[in-house]
């Protein structure tokens, strides 16, 4: 959807070194949410952020950290703690709702990682 | 926490043939299914979803069914051009942390249609 914007489109870190993929929505939706995807996984949820200033872990956080400091932003950063941070990484976003989960999820394009 | 098995893996049809994908999931309190398709290198993009009080939801050659009780559901492509040749993942809004709502995602299936 054109609404999300991920950069930049590939990405490569050094060891040791703490890289941030950004995504920003123009959807004005509340909740935003990070996946990583590696080859035969599915997807699997890193964040998540129901609401500006607040955020959650998914089920693979150890390694990442966010922010959510605006209602289209939602950087991620992929620190030296994470030992295995070549994947596809997707940004997506869904509108907030008092049960605000059955909401259609909308994904940008997407940050491709790499090791050097 | 909730878990979505996706079977098959992969698939092979002729075009023209039908395709089914089908999912289970464990939580049963899940109350909406979206499917997903994802081309090579490119994002997921939602192409059908339904929730709970639906048995079954159609789209031009794509349909989706709900069993809440045997808690699966599946999706139907009928008269299948090269064109969906794609990943396709489906997922349910389950619980997590007490906050009701992410998705879990199945594992993809890789449909071929052959010309």
């Known amino acids: 959807d054109g609404g999300i914007t991920q950069s930049p489109k590939y990405l490569f870190r050094k060891e040791g070194q703490n890289v941030t993929l950004s995504c920003e929505q123009n959807l004005n939706h509340d909740a935003m949410y990070w996946y990583r995807q590696d080859p035969g996984q599915g997807l699997r949820l890193i964040y998540y952020?129901?609401?500006?200033?607040?955020?959650q872990k998914g089920d693979i956080a150890e390694g990442y950290s966010v922010s959510r400091e605006k209602k289209e932003s939602f950087p991620l950063t992929v620190t030296s703690a994470q030992k295995n941070p070549t994947a596809f990484y997707l940004c997506a976003s869904s509108m907030g709702a008092p049960s605000w989960s059955n909401q259609p999820q909308h994904f940008g394009d997407g940050t491709r990682l790499s090791i050097l | 926490g909730e878990n979505v098995e996706q079977h098959p893996s992969t698939l092979s049809v002729q075009e023209g043939d039908s395709a089914v994908i089908k999912c289970t999931y464990s939580d049963s309190a899940s109350n909406y299914f979206p499917w997903y398709k994802q081309e090579l290198g490119k994002r997921p993009q939602l192409i059908i979803d339904i929730r709970s009080n639906v048995g079954e939801k159609k789209d031009q050659r794509i349909a989706v069914t709900l069993n809440k009780t045997a808690k699966h559901f599946s999706l139907h492509i009928t008269e299948t051009q090269p064109e969906d040749s794609a990943v396709y993942f489906c997922?349910?809004?389950?619980?997590?942390?007490?906050?009701?709502?992410?998705?879990?995602f199945g594992k993809g299936t890789k449909l071929s249609v052959k010309p």
């Open positions: 997922a349910a809004a389950g619980r997590y942390g007490g906050s009701q709502g992410n998705l879990i």
């Open positions: 952020s129901q609401i500006v200033n607040d955020f």
